[in-house]
């Protein structure tokens, strides 16, 4: 094992792909000549060259249909945003073409293309600049949606997205790409769709994904002092959902706590609660508790941000209240 930062893990996940295929490429601003907006790019502009790490104008949609329509003719790009919440400018490009044009063409092109870039807050940077959009690609059939939470998941899963077929939005995270983590050495894919036990529990199942669920961490230290154990279900994909793990897990604990970044309604959590209770609800012996962010636009104030986002303490409060004490 060694160690890396999340930033540096995913540049290597891309260097490595590029090294051993040359139909990939990567475009986005900043991506080249400033070594990314978070430095996830470094160094790869010297290595590879203009022609595959290439910057773009401010223009999202633009350079987005580049990408679908080089993946049509056999490449497999890899689209940086430099937040999703400027995906919204390209959205058309990603939802109408990338996710619907291996049906609509009858099978006749595969889209293997990866959009990614930061998700969800990243402290006082406001309304327009803090939302979480895993839920919304979820979605939308013909794609798939990735959201790691370490270095070492954040690695393997970008391979795979990298080689897959299909259009992958890749999500990670501002407050991340300093994250140091231990990294296995050499050549190593984890399958998308592969959720994972973070920690081991008989008390209450806690579900999360992408850098909240270090709040789900915590809040199990405390809780194991109080002799709690948590049990604690990293997603790591978003779509396509293991929910065999967390139906497994849910038949142990018998409770289930759902953490995830995004506004209430209609979200990640909402789909879970639903199917665990249609395929595991008589092993249920409380009601789901999900924990989301207020239902309102991110805040700028730091005191209402703090509100806003949900932290370790209100997981304590959740798992508390599902246990009845």
């Known amino acids: 094992m060694k160690t890396l930062q999340f930033r540096e893990a995913i540049q290597e996940a891309m260097s490595e792909e590029m090294r051993r295929d040359d139909t990939i490429y990567l475009m ?6 400033y070594n990314g907006a978070y430095k996830a790019s470094k160094g790869m502009l010297d290595e590879f060259g203009a022609k595959r790490i290439i910057d773009t104008p401010i223009s999202e949609m633009g350079f987005s249909g580049i990408g679908v329509g080089s993946a049509m003719n056999g490449n497999r790009p890899i689209i940086e945003f430099m937040t999703f919440n400027f995906s919204l400018v390209a959205i058309d490009q990603i939802i109408n ?3 619907k044009m291996r049906q609509m063409s009858g099978g006749q092109f595969n889209i293997p293309i990866v959009f990614r870039g930061p998700t969800a807050s990243a402290g006082q940077l406001a309304a327009t600049h803090s939302q979480a959009f895993e839920s919304w690609f979820a979605n939308c059939p013909g794609l798939k949606v990735v959201v790691p939470s370490n270095p070492a998941d954040a690695k393997g899963l970008l391979k795979s997205a990298i080689r897959d077929n299909d259009p992958v ?5 501002e407050q991340m790409y300093g994250d140091k ?3 296995p050495e050499g050549e190593y894919l984890i399958p998308i769709g592969v959720a994972d036990i973070k920690r081991k529990g008989k008390d209450v199942t ?3 994904f992408g850098k909240i669920i270090k709040e789900a961490y915590k809040a199990a230290e405390t809780l194991a002092e109080e002799g709690i154990e948590c049990e604690i279900i990293d ?3 978003v779509r396509p959902m293991d929910y065999e793990m967390i139906y497994e897990s849910v038949k142990k604990t018998n409770r289930l706590v759902i953490l995830e970044e995004a506004w209430p309604f209609g979200n990640v959590a909402t789909e879970i609660t639903y199917q665990v209770q249609n395929e595991v609800f008589d092993y249920l012996d409380a009601p789901i ?7 309102t636009p991110a805040p700028y104030s730091p005191e209402l941000f703090k509100e ?4 370790s303490e209100d997981v304590v409060k959740a798992v508390r209240k599902v246990l009845y004490k």
């Open 181 to 183: 983590g231990e990294v």
């Open 235 to 237: 997603l790591r994909t």
């Open 289 to 295: 508790v999900k924990i989301n962010t207020a239902d």
């Open 169 to 173: 939005i890749f999500m990670e995270s």
């Open 308 to 311: 806003w986002l949900p932290n």
């Open 97 to 99: 073409n990338a996710a």
């Open 206 to 208: 806690i579900v999360s």
């Open 28 to 33: 986005g601003e900043e991506v080249a000549e």
